[in-house]
Nanobody, 122 residues
Framework: QVQLVESGGGLVQPGGSLRLSCAAS????????MGWYRQAPGKQRELVAT???????EYSISVTGRFTISRDTAKNTAYLQMNSLKPDATAVYSC????????????????WGQGTQVTVSS
């Protein structure tokens, strides 16, 4: 009943910027948290950033100061502004949301989007 759709990925030069979006839709009662994860080839998926309903954000040490996560609660959308991109940021970025639905308002469930490719290269 819930879908997450990411957008905004693409090819960018080192030092450039991208803004990712994640829109949640469906039978949503409440979104507790939203976050971004990434997985590079041959590596484990890692947390990039999360944000709570109240706007409290947490970041991976590797992106602190360069990435900013934000959330538009009215639109059920999270954003990831990525600045000063480095080649090691190349990965598939996936959106995660912990959501309760209208039919299960006491049972939060983690949902994942399909991911969007970010490639940092000259």
């Amino acid at each position: 009943q819930v879908q997450l759709v990411e957008s905004g990925g693409g090819l960018v030069q080192p030092g450039g910027s991208l803004r990712l979006s994640c829109a949640a839709s469906g039978s949503i009662f409440s979104i507790y948290t939203m976050g971004w994860y990434r997985q590079a080839p041959g590596k484990q998926r890692e947390l990039v950033a999360t944000i709570t309903y109240g706007g409290s954000a947490e970041y991976s040490i590797s992106v602190t100061g360069r990435f900013t996560i934000s959330r538009d609660t009215a639109k059920n959308t999270a954003y990831l502004q990525m600045n000063s991109l480095k080649p090691d940021a190349t990965a598939v970025y996936s959106c995660n949301a912990r959501i309760t639905t209208g039919k299960a308002i006491f049972t939060p469930v983690d949902y994942w989007g399909q991911g969007t490719q970010v490639t940092v290269s000259s």
